[in-house]
């Protein structure tokens, strides 16, 4: 049975027995906590928590998961196990309130012992200790003899966190034979090579409470997680998730890519491995959404990337090897996982790219990184400012340095890394606290569960709205429905006013306590609305009029960012307010004048077009079969709203938008920038905001007009006659020193002692300084040094010296130039060096003069 049947399998067996087949959800959670979706349950914490309704009761899923970075991390392990990936696939069954332990239990067993046919004297059980009715289930219902089924301790106990839900779990682990190790089942610390776990079976019965108290659930609830890996292992009669038939395929092109055979040498295999998984992870995690760079998940992205380049290139290889097996994990994985082969040809532009700019250094920095260890004794420490060299200018991720020393056995010293890196990675970071305040989410949750979903209808109804108080307190107002959009997907939320029968509240701010609870943010709303009060909410019409056009030039500004640049574009975040709109994006370089005249245009001409948009709701699939694509951020379900603003562009948002492309008015980039590795950032204002700023840059130019006595049209002229007749007046006014410069030289050349001139000068620049020690030269004198402390700053010091003379120009003033925090060119007759520390100067020119073997 291969893996594209046990995912088949899986999902029908659940189907067939009530359960929702609910698609992978993207590997980048929407959770905080989380930097990628690491478990088949993360996609449906909402709704173990409370926090939100399931739409079923129950539901089954093969989930992408990652687990490289953070809390969750087999990066390290990958290659040298049996068992670890970065990437892998959790099968999974889910009950919310529905069915429990006497249906779960059955369930799992049924599944792998009919359905997938595993015999059934291979299969062991445990339990937590204080679960005797699991072990009834599994030993009357089920059938599993009772020496088969052992009880442990917190290796058996599940909990989402400190507090909240949490219960016993039961796990079903296949014995691979004596061969692997010895017996005694799994509570054997010694036989783990042997008794393979499969699938863990979690029953959340509990809630516990800050203090320390357990509560019973009122609906108890099942979570199961099945690897895919680890169940092809068993089911293919294998030894490790590497002899699976996917991963036998993806190691055949990599071992035809390298030309090194699989099986050939234990370090060898490692370095195979790490390609085979790390392509796979690599894959996925670009397909949804994550960039290579230096922040959070896209540092990591980087990490795993570079690190599979680097055991390419230890295995010979010198061309692009990742980007190849991108799609051989594609050619495996597609028919599962169609959306990474509509965007192949992406994914592998940005590893390709990826691949081409490590590879241009890594071979410096490994050498860099030899001759370090080369003067270190062994179980030494490999010093912080290497690895940060390592990581600042060849693209060395810490952790890939480390790997490489530990190899041979050494360490980093990571404080010393962390201290140079400081400066360098020192990121503001969002608040990420609630807008709700300090009100506890049961609070909203009460509200949702007794009213519903707050009603928004303020895509037609935007002032004099009644509506009736649910909740307020001193963070705001809750409603029953309402005009306030509440901040998502970019757009923030709005203001206005809600009146009500004992005066007016001004709302500032507008975010949803929990999904589907709508927060109006006020101060003192407690003193002037209660619960159950009629009121009526209008917001700022202008202000939302203006929010609108800045969204919809936003999805303008996307499609003809993708035209433009190319389809390797993601939205990587976005900010629309009423004043300005700013789009973050996935892309490898600046985006030339040129490239953003023409976006503009693209924006502009659709605008001009003045097409009707369309933003209705249809289910997910449809949206899929229209083209929509997914802004970043955004959380969807089946539902969704499509909007179709102009030609060329159609995406999913549920945002407020305007009626008519020409509404937005004319769309002006006002800057772009680098906020990251290879993420832009583009800002830029849409309707009046234009014409405001098109009149300020005005006023600017009839300032300067007036300033030069030209005629606006004639600025950039008068401009220029102004500069010429400014460099003209620098020449003159350089000429004048370099005369005045010159007329010094018999002085100082009188003043030679032995055929030597060392002397500071500080009223001269580097030029004229230069000029005056050649004169002094013409005059006779066979070596001349002099120094200046520059007026801007800095230092300058020229050394000229004759034919006669025994010194050499550049190498006289060396040591000098070093001790002012500089150097130059070693010319043999004329020297000219900088430095940066005007108050060593004389203690350089007193080195100056031991060199010529005179004092001062």
């Known amino acids: 049975m291969e893996a594209k049947d046990v995912r088949r399998k899986f999902t029908e067996f659940f189907t067939d027995r009530g359960h929702e087949a609910v698609p992978s959800a993207s590997i980048i959670p929407h959770d905080a906590t989380l930097l990628f979706t690491n478990s088949g349950m993360v996609p449906f914490k909402p709704f173990f928590q409370g926090t939100e309704k399931p739409p079923y009761s129950r539901a089954t ?100 966190a400190d507090t909240g839900p949490n219960g016993p779990c039961s796990e079903i682990f296949y014995d691979l034979g004596p061969e692997y190790g010895p017996d005694g089942g799994p509570a054997n610390l010694e036989a783990d090579a042997r008794f393979v776990e499969i699938w863990n079976l979690v029953f959340m019965q509990f809630d516990q409470h800050a203090d320390g108290t357990q509560v019973p659930l009122p609906k108890p609830s099942i979570d199961t997680g099945a690897g895919l890996e680890r169940v092809l292992m068993v089911l293919q009669g294998v030894g490790s998730v590497w002899e699976t038939d996917e991963f036998v395929k993806l190691l055949g092109r990599a071992s035809e890519l390298t030309g090194v055979a699989d099986g050939a040498d234990p370090k060898s295999d490692v370095s195979l491995r790490i390609l085979a998984d790390h392509a796979r992870s690599t894959t996925f995690m670009i397909n949804d959404g994550v960039f290579p760079s230096n922040e959070d998940r896209g540092y990591v992205l980087r990490r795993i990337m570079r690190r599979a380049i680097r055991h390419a290139y230890l295995l010979g290889r010198n061309e692009p090897t990742l980007a190849e097996l991108v799609h051989t994990v594609v050619d495996l994985m597609g028919d599962d996982y169609p959306e990474i082969r509509d965007n192949v040809d992406n994914i592998a532009q940005i590893v390709e790219r990826e691949e081409v700019r490590f590879r241009e250094t890594i071979a410096t920095g490994l050498s860099i990184l030899d001759s370090e260890m080369a003067s270190l004794d062994a179980g030494g420490t490999l010093p912080g400012r290497v690895a940060f060299t390592l990581h600042d200018t060849h693209g060395f991720p810490l952790e890939l340095t480390q790997e490489i020393v530990e190899e041979r056995g050494a360490t980093v010293d990571v404080d010393g890394f962390t201290a140079a890196m400081a400066e360098q990675r020192e990121r503001a970071r969002a608040d990420q606290k609630s807008k709700a305040g300090e009100v506890d989410v049961s609070t909203f949750v009460a509200l949702a569960d007794e009213h519903g979903p707050t009603e928004f209808v303020g895509r037609d109804q935007l002032t004099d709205v009644q509506a009736t108080v649910l909740w307020v307190g001193d963070e705001g107002i809750v409603l029953d429905h309402t005009p306030f959009y509440a901040e998502s997907g970019g757009q923030i939320g709005d203001i206005g006013t809600i009146s009500g029968p004992h005066g007016v509240v001004d709302i500032v701010d507008t975010t949803h306590a929990v999904p589907g609870v709508t927060l109006h943010h006020a101060t003192g709303a407690a003193t002037a609305l209660g619960v159950g009060d009629h009121v009526t909410a209008s917001i700022d019409v202008d202000r939302r009029a203006a929010i609108r056009r800045n969204h919809t030039g936003t999805h303008l500004l996307h499609s003809a960012l993708r035209r433009v640049l190319g389809d390797h574009v993601q939205q990587q975040g976005s900010w629309v307010g009423p004043d300005r709109l700013r789009f973050d994006f996935s892309h490898f370089e600046q985006v030339t004048p040129e490239q953003t005249r023409e976006i503009e245009d693209m924006v502009n001409a659709d605008v001009l077009g003045n097409s009707t948009t369309s933003h209705i709701e249809m289910s997910m699939d449809d949206a899929k079969a229209k083209g929509a694509i997914a802004f970043f951020g955004d959380k969807y ?55 405001d700023m098109l009149r300020d840059e005005q006023a600017i130019v009839a300032q300067a007009a007036d300033a030069l006595g030209v005629p606006t049209d004639d600025v950039l002229e008068g401009l220029n006659r102004r500069l010429d007749d400014l460099a003209n007046a620098r020449k003159e006014l350089d000429a004048m020193r370099r005369a005045a410069a010159v007329g010094r030289a018999d002085e100082l050349a009188a003043d030679a002692t032995d055929g030597v001139v060392v002397a500071r000068i500080d009223d001269l620049d580097r030029d004229s300084l230069r000029d005056l020690a050649v004169a002094i030269r013409d005059k006779g004198v066979a070596s001349v040094a002099l120094g200046a402390a520059l007026e801007g700053g800095g230092v300058a010091l020229v050394a000229a010296v004759a034919e006669e003379s025994p010194l050499h120009a550049g190498d006289w003033i060396a040591d000098a130039a070093k001790l002012v925090g500089g150097g130059g060119k070693k010319a043999p007759d004329l020297s000219v060096a900088g430095g940066r520390d005007p108050e060593q100067l004389e203690a350089a020119l007193d080195l100056i003069r031991a060199g010529a073997g005179i004092t001062q």
């Open 61 to 160: 899923t093969v989930q992408k998961c990652v687990r490289a970075g953070g809390k969750h991390n087999d990066l390290d392990e990958v290659g040298r196990t049996a068992r670890h990936l970065t990437f892998f696939e959790m099968m999974g069954n889910f009950s919310f309130g529905d069915y429990f332990k006497e249906d779960a239990i059955p369930f799992a067993w049924d599944l792998l012992t009919d359905t997938f046919g595993l015999p059934a004297d291979k299969l062991w059980v445990t339990c937590h200790l204080t679960d005797d009715e699991a072990e009834e289930i599994w030993a009357t219902k089920v059938g599993v003899p009772r020496e088969r089924i052992q009880r442990l301790d917190e290796d058996n106990w599940w909990r989402m």
């Open 637 to 691: 379900g089946d539902q969704v709203r499509v909007l179709e603003a102009g030609p060329n562009s159609i995406e999913l948002c549920g945002g407020t938008h305007v009626q008519a492309l020409g509404d937005i008015g004319p769309l002006k980039i006002v800057s772009e920038s680098s906020i990251g590795s290879n993420i832009r950032r583009v800002e830029a204002v849409t309707g009046t905001a234009t014409i």
